[in-house]
């Protein structure tokens, strides 16, 4: 999330829990829940749940939410530790079958051929560990740092590293041929190539 989407959400309205900022800053960052349920393999109705559970704790603390982190951020870990409730309550259905999975907006102009390799990167994201899946779509979807990702998943700055690192090998696997040959997925924790 860039800055300037947390500065588009009044936070002295949301403080005093005002409905129209509530609404406004659920428009703001319900695509960051729901895309962070994708990503964690949960089906539509699950990532309803998790949107609608998500905005209610929100709600709830926003009161007493300090502004020590990046309004996103904060989101981030509600919308995670809700997620891996979710998760719990709901396993995924059925013999393996993937959920829909988006990538991030392919802009006007990509080919067919970038659109399916976007999706299969980001299909199998949805196949990795939770915590590797919520922290490579955390760094590399949504361009939280490395120290905003940890904030978020309320883990050391080593631990996401490692999940980073972990989350790119297993992709090289799950992707075969793809991971060597599109130019699209390099493993590099300082270059933000997937999808």
Do not use: C, N
């Not at 905003?148 to 996401?160: N, R």
């Amino acid at each position: 999330m860039t800055p300037a989407v947390d500065e588009q959400v009044d936070l002295t309205a949301l403080r005093q829990l005002d409905l129209d900022a509530f609404r406004h800053f659920v428009a703001t960052y319900q695509h960051l829940v729901l895309g962070l349920g994708q990503t964690l393999g949960l089906g539509p109705a699950d990532r309803d749940d998790l949107a609608a559970e998500t905005f209610a704790v929100a709600y709830r603390m926003l009161p007493t939410f300090r502004g020590d982190s990046k309004l996103s951020t904060w989101v981030y870990k509600i919308a995670y530790r809700t997620a891996l409730k979710v998760r719990q309550r709901y396993p995924r259905r059925g013999g393996g079958e993937m959920p829909e999975v988006e990538g991030p907006a392919t802009p006007a102009g990509e080919d067919m051929e970038t659109r399916e390799t976007t999706e299969a990167i980001w299909s199998a994201v949805a196949r990795l560990d939770p915590e590797q899946a919520a922290a490579i779509d955390m760094f590399y979807r949504r361009g939280l740092s490395v120290e905003q990702v940890a904030e978020a998943m309320a883990k050391p700055e080593g631990t996401i590293k490692t999940l980073l690192f972990r989350g790119r090998e297993r992709l090289k696997t799950l992707l075969g041929p793809l991971a060597r040959t599109s130019g699209r997925y390099d493993g590099k924790d300082h270059e933000r190539s997937v999808g």
